[in-house]
Nanobody, 112 residues
């Protein structure tokens, strides 16, 4: 059974940083691409980044480019999203995703 469990969210001031983690189980983690998405209430879910299996190659959407970094630790079955210089518009529920499976989501709030 595939499970994705996010952690690391919370309240942060504008300009601050957070690192989200997603611990995965139930599949061969090393062989799968993992992604992060986010969603504001009333909005469509927005793709942030995907990390692939070969050498940690990653691609980014426009929202986090230059400020967010996706990474993975195959030994820990974990994918990370390092978010720097956070802005109020980054406030959303952030989701980990793997081929048809979503985590439960974790709230990130950027506010002073």
């Amino acid at each position: 059974q595939v499970q994705l469990v996010e952690s690391g969210g919370g309240l942060v001031q504008p300009g601050g940083s957070l690192r989200l983690s997603c611990v995965a189980s139930g599949f061969n983690f090393s062989y799968d691409a993992l992604s992060w998405y986010r969603q504001d209430p009333g909005q469509e879910r927005e793709w942030i980044a995907t990390i692939y299996t070969a050498g940690g190659y990653a691609t980014y959407g426009n929202s986090g480019k230059g400020r967010f970094t996706i990474s993975r630790d195959n030994a820990k079955n974990t994918v990370y999203l390092q978010m720097n210089n956070l802005k109020p518009e980054d406030s959303a529920v952030y989701y980990c995703y793997r081929r048809g499976y979503w985590g439960q989501g974790i709230q990130v709030t950027v506010s002073s």
